[in-house]
């Protein structure tokens, strides 16, 4: 909340794009997580425009876990959970 130049931390646009929220249209209204045509959970993640597949899940809350698990590893200090 506090946007001084001292707060600010160099990123690149695809590391800014990590920190947008759930698209207003999103299904689980949770990003990177999508209801799969079999009724599963698909969390898929991307980094620098290449997707990267994490899994199927059969509940919400285990896909949200697994997502935000794997956005610590992929995307580090730019990762909004």
Same mark, same amino acid.
């Given at each position: 909340?506090?946007?001084?130049?001292?707060?600010?931390?160099?990123?690149?646009?695809?590391?800014?794009?990590?920190?947008?929220?759930? !698209? &207003?249209?999103?299904?689980?209204? !949770?990003?990177?997580?999508?209801?799969?045509?079999?009724?599963?959970?698909?969390? !898929?993640? !991307?980094?620098?425009?290449?997707?990267?597949?994490?899994?199927?899940?059969?509940?919400?809350?285990?896909?949200?876990?697994? &997502?935000?698990?794997?956005? &610590?590893?992929?995307?580090?200090?730019?990762? &909004?959970?």
């Amino acid at each position: 909340m506090d946007n001084r130049i001292c707060n600010l931390r160099e990123a690149t646009a695809s590391q800014n794009r990590v920190n947008s929220p759930a !698209q &207003r249209h999103s299904a689980t209204g !949770q990003r990177g997580i999508h209801v799969h045509a079999c009724g599963r959970y698909r969390v !898929q993640l !991307q980094k620098d425009n290449r997707p990267i597949h994490v899994g199927y899940f059969d509940t919400l809350q285990s896909a949200i876990e697994a &997502r935000d698990k794997a956005y &610590r590893e992929i995307h580090g200090e730019f990762a &909004r959970l």
